[in-house]
């Protein structure tokens, strides 16, 4: 446990754990409600040629899934070093 | 012909040599490759590991007939990427040991619970390989004129080599090379396909363009088209929304759960290089999975162009000089694909009504004319390089990719069974003493003796329905067994054996159950839970599996303290401490 003893471990567990929420949301939003539940309403709209609701289901979340895993990578590797713990 | 020799006989000789190359010398370097693997190759590894037969040759073909409804499948399957990598991967690597059932056997501290995820981890593989080494069978007896058992079989020796020798390290690096040659097959035809549908060399651009020489977008012509035709339109489906959404869920968790992605992430040295590997698998995948719909609606379109109304030759006539002729009447003569595919009886063609063209139609066909024209959905990866006019060579490469798609997965799902099988069984319940060099030899064994069983499934498996069908049950069991338990383990300190065995055993028996009754038990739609396909039960119940879990947690003892220190330590990486007796001796070194 010595190595613990200077870490803050609870908060740098709360830390993760509102990132991580943060992330799910975004997550959903992209996928499940762009994609499915609000889809009708973003087919009104189009990018490019496609209707925006239907890129979402089969190109734009998928971007998005890339992006926001790197991010966590980024935010990650800022709360350890703020925290002192080695990733 | 002969370019389908070379390139399959070139890759088959490329994965041998990696496997002489990357031979086990030890437990560690078997089950998880030495725990060094590099996270971008990690990520590669993943991405060939992941995507199957059935992405590689059926998924762009199923998306091309269910258009928006293929959704499901491409949120589905990288989103699962996501839950990986923030919930579980980094966790579970600072956790540091080899399988999924060793997390669950010491996080619970219960040999039950290890048993219970041992029976999932080999369900869901067993279900999953057979189908890879069917996808074997056919691509030898469909291009290199080989029997499809001894396809299987020699499937089986390539898988055998590699996996049996080299145990995780020969997986990790053939996979690399695998992915290479399946993501250069994938992709090549693609781009040409979208020059031709487009005019923009890049799918991704091309399938939010217009329709090449055209003012109309390319997506809003096929809905046109298919519509004229009868069909619904591309970007609608007929499933409820609450369907999609389910069956989108039971892919995504599903993924997540999946043992042989987990032990995937076990491989690389820390809980950082476990994050970025997931981003890498992710971005592996995307190119595939952001390719595929593009494909998907350009072979559509282009099925019907070429097909639709056209004059049928049949096998007794000239091709060249009906086809003249045909043309010169101002009639279109089936394309020279349609006559090249249609002999592996990939496709049909009825003349219903005796006249000659072959008609193709939807449900609501609006000139009262019926369907005459059922294509396999398999036909149109597999014919997009003769249909973009590409030389011999690129089908050659696609038989490769698609073999290549088939045995990485199988591999990684052998390397699932053998551990679950040699560590888990053998190691941690049965013989607790074995040591380190019995254990290997036991691993080699029973790898030896899956990629057996798996290539007679492969065999007699024909019988039962296709992929599509089991796929169903591995991701179902995957989400409403596996997930919850997993999750729970790491992100709730409170949860214990009784809540784990519960929840898992209930997951189990109802996702099985469920499926069973509705795919083999003459069970019809209307009777669905809440509307719920098979396909995305494993969703439904994956809630009330978690919350089962966490009841029974409640009302029961709280876990001992060691493992509530253990759930601590693999929450902040680089603190991992062993716990208790279990752990004792088995507890990874932290990383450096």
Known sequence: ?87 | MDWTLFFVATTFALYIGIAIWARAGSTDDFYVAGHDVHPTVNGMATAADWMSAASFLSMAGLIAFLGYGGSVYLMGWTGGYVLLAVLLAPFLREFGKFTVPDFVGDRYYSTFARVIAVVCALFVSFTYIAGQMKGVGVAFSGFLGVPFELGIIIGMVIVFFYAVLGGMKGVTYTQVAQYCVLIFAYTVPAIFMSMIITGNPIPQLGFIGNAAGEDISMLQKLNTVVTDLGFQEYTQTNKSMFDVFAITGALMFGTAGLPHVIIRFFTVPSAKAARFSAGWALVFIAILYTTAPAVGAFARMNFIDTVNDATYITDEQNYEQTAAAIEADGGKPVPTWYKTWERTGLLEFEDKNGDGIMQYRGPNSPDGIENEVNPNRDIFVLANPQIAQLPAWVIGLVVAGGLAAALSTAAGLLMVISSAVSHDLCRRTLFKDMDDKTELRVARGAAAGAVVAAGLLGIYSSQLGFVAQVVAFAFGLAAASLFPIIFLGIFWKRMNKEGAIVAMLFGLVSTFAYIVYFKFGGGTPDQYLFGVSPEGIGFVFMWVSGALGIVTALVTDAPPQDVQDLVEDIRVPGTRQPHGMADAGMAPAPAE
């Open chain 1, 1 to 87: 446990m010595s190595e613990k003893e200077h870490i803050d471990a609870k908060g740098y567990w709360a830390a993760t754990v509102r990132l991580t929420l943060s992330l799910l949301a975004i997550w959903f939003a992209v996928s499940y409600a762009a994609g499915i539940l609000f889809r009708d309403f973003l087919d009104q709209f189009a990018i490019g040629g496609a209707p925006l609701g239907f890129w979402f289901a089969q190109q734009g979340s998928i971007y998005v899934f890339v992006a926001l895993i790197f991010y966590y990578c980024w935010a990650m590797a800022r709360l350890e070093r703020k925290f002192g713990v080695e990733g």
